[in-house]
Each structure stands twice: as C-alpha cells, then as structure tokens.
C-alpha cells in the first residue's frame, strides 16, 4: 500500500533508505540510489513522491501526531485558562498544518470515520483541513492559512455545547436548542479577544463564517464583497462538512447530496466558485468516503488522483463482513471495482482500525 513520502535534504549524499514511487505505482528510484548533489535531490523531490507503507519507519506517522493534535484541542478550547490560547494554539495550528501537508488525503478522510474529539472539536478539525485545501489552491500566503485555519477551529468557539449536542447522533438528552444561536460568531469574537488572539484576518473569519452572499446571512446580514475571502472559504467548507458528518437529526449526507445542496439551494448563498473548486480538488468521492463496490467488497476511498478524481480504494471487507487483514487495495479503473453504493460505518461491523487504509 503507497502512502506519500517528504525527501529531507539530510538525505543528499547518501542512499535511499526505500523504493519511491509515483502515485500510479511507477518506481522513481530504488532502495540504495545515492543522491548526488541538490540538483539531483530537487529533480527527484519535484513530483509527489510514495513508498510502500510497510518500508517507513513508525517514528513517522502523521494520523497519530492527529490523533494528539485532536486531544490537545479538547483540552484547551473548552473554558480556557488565561493566556492558554493565545499560548498553545499557534502552535497548534502549525503542527495541524504541517500535518495537512505531509498527507493531505488522510487528513481528508481519517476524521470522517475515526472518533478523534467531542463532535463540535472533530467538526472543526474536518473543516480546518477542507479550508487549508482550497486556500493552498488559491495559493494564501503562511499569515493568511494560519488565520484561516485558526478560525476553523474557533468559529464555534462560544457554543461548543451546543454545537456538541447538533453534532452528536447519540446523544439521548431531549432538550436543548435545535438551532443555533445567531449570536455566537461574534460571542466567539469577543471570547478570543478576551483570550489576545487578534489577528484581524482570523477574527474578520470567525465573525463572518454564517454570513451568505445574498445578505440572508448572520449576524450583520452582510452581502457580496462585504464578505472575505477566507470567509466565504470556511462557509463552504462548514457546509460541506456538516452535511457529510453525523447530525443528531439525521444521517450523514453522501458527498454526492451535499455537492447537490452546494449548486442547489444554497447556491445564492455560498460562493459557487469556490464549490466548484472544492468538487474539482476531491471529487465526487473524496477520501474517508465509504462504498460498497461491485464485486461486493466494503471498501474506503483512500487517494485522490490528479484532477481530483477517486483512483483508489482499499477494501476492509468481503461480502461477508469478513475483514480482509491486511486490507488490500483496488483500482477504481477495474469495473469489478467500480463504486456502486455509499456506506455510513455500521455499529454491527467488526472493530476497523481506518488508520491501516492510509498505510499507517
């Protein structure tokens, strides 16, 4: 199973400790190949790189600096001591970030199906790295991906009970609001004032993230240019994720359904090019999407192609509910393999470690 690789430069001059591939399967170089000089190391850094998931090393491991990522977030964002945020948070973010970049696809997907936090926590860590995707395609500079990213996960920062109660399809307490309350972007605002977080951009963010382009939006009602860029990022990005995602009122939405909500009536909403973009970048089966395919095995998309589009799947389990240990890969190009249904996870199913699909 191939999973991406990031050269250091600490490897010039000296020999490849594994086989590095394309993300086809193509051997680029093999085990031992000395890299010469910089000219070579650039050369062979220049394309995205993989290796074979069995040859890493396990001190490398990005799902698992998530997993603590996760934890740190749920320790520090709920009722937060003074001077913890402005403190650990920045660093947080970087680490997020640098995670982002050493696997994009498993930080797509992982969270989609492992229980990394409190739902409104999970929620925002699924929007963080949705964000981060399209505002790498639209090329923000460092200062304005970590404002972005720190919005995503402080935009709710005022309701994370209640937005823990929306998120939660277990949870059994009848009372409590079924919406939101309007106030909290800016009781968030206020909240990360309190805490000397003051990036302008970051606040801006958090403060217009339910804002729609047709001033239908809350809490000024703002339309059009009065809306950021990275605002409009976050507002596709949330609902993207929250349709995707459990809901105590109803099942997660297919990727499929939610792209149908994003270019149907929320169109007059949301920022349509920025939807286009984002189906462009995952596609209408982005990773962590689970399906059944037609040869019947269960199976999870694991690795966007180039363009965006599904190349590969790793099957979990045979028509049976049989899991298949270890986990085998399937090329989506096969018609034995094509996609024929999207799946929820399923309490009645085997213990699954999703972590394995990603090769980790």
């Not at 095995?297 to 298949?324: H, N, P, Q, W």
């Amino acid at each position: 199973m191939l999973r991406p690789v990031q050269l250091d430069e600490s490897l010039i001059g000296q020999p490849l400790p594994w086989d590095l591939y394309t993300e086809s399967g193509v051997l680029v170089a093999g085990a031992g190949l000395t890299i010469g000089d910089r000219a070579h190391f650039e050369k062979l850094n220049a394309r995205p790189l993989f290796l074979q998931s069995q040859q890493e090393p396990h001190s490398s491991h990005p799902l698992e600096r998530l997993n603590a990522l996760a934890e740190v977030c749920e320790a520090i964002l709920p009722d937060p001591e003074p001077g913890v945020l402005r403190e650990a948070l920045p660093r947080v973010i970087d680490d997020l970030l640098a995670v982002f970049d050493t696997d994009p696809d498993a930080c797509l997907g992982y969270p989609r199906l492992a229980r990394l936090a409190r739902p409104s926590i999970q929620h925002g860590l699924r929007v963080l790295f949705v964000a981060t995707l399209l505002a790498r395609e639209l090329e923000f500079d460092d200062t304005g991906l970590r404002a972005l990213a720190g919005a995503a996960l402080t935009m709710n920062l005022s309701a994370l009970d209640v937005h823990d109660r929306l998120l939660d399809p277990d949870n059994p307490v009848p009372h409590g609001p079924r919406d939101l309350p309007r106030a909290h972007p800016a009781d968030s605002v206020a909240l990360l004032r309190l805490h000397d977080i003051d990036d302008p951009l970051w606040l801006e963010t958090v403060a217009c993230h339910h804002e729609n382009l047709d001033g239908s939006g809350f809490p000024e009602g703002r339309s059009g240019a009065g809306i950021g860029v990275a605002a409009r990022i976050l507002r596709v990005a949330d609902h993207y994720c929250a349709r995707t995602g459990p809901h105590r009122y109803r099942p997660p939405k297919s990727p499929a359904l939610a792209y149908r909500e994003l270019f149907g009536r929320e169109r007059h909403h949301l920022d349509s090019q920025l939807a286009i973009l984002l189906l462009r970048r995952i596609g209408a089966y982005p990773p962590g999407t689970l399906v059944r395919l037609a040869n019947q095995e269960y199976a999870c998309i694991a690795r966007r192609g180039r363009g965006g589009r599904a190349r590969l799947a790793v099957s979990f389990m045979d028509g049976r509910k049989t899991l298949m240990e270890p986990p085998r890969e399937r090329n989506l190009e096969l018609r034995a393999n094509q996609p024929r249904a999207f799946l929820e996870p399923d309490p009645a199913w085997p213990r699954i470690d999703w972590q394995t699909l990603w090769g980790y």
